[in-house]
């Protein structure tokens, strides 16, 4: 068995850059430095992490996902019951 590789706080990773971006404690100055080259490429990242609800609350309110499929169509049937495959 491959041997693991070992944790590397100087190593940034887009996880804890979301931490960063979302007002958490844990991440590296490594992570900060890659957030900031990504808000240079595009400023707006930031508000759309904090944005997206699925990052929010990752699978813990499947009720508002219910709540937004009832008023949607089935999932796997077409919008117009004419239209086949």
Known sequence: MP????????RPNIARVYDYWLGGKDNFAADRELAQKM?????????????NPG???????QGSRKRHRSVSRPRGRAADPAVTG
Request: net charge negative; hydrophobic share 30%; glycine share 14%.
């Open 55 to 61: 990052i929010r609350d990752p699978g813990g309110d």
């Open 39 to 51: 808000c240079e490429i595009n400023p707006g990242v930031p508000a759309m992490i904090r944005d």
């Open 3 to 10: 041997a693991v590789e070992g944790f590397d706080p100087s």
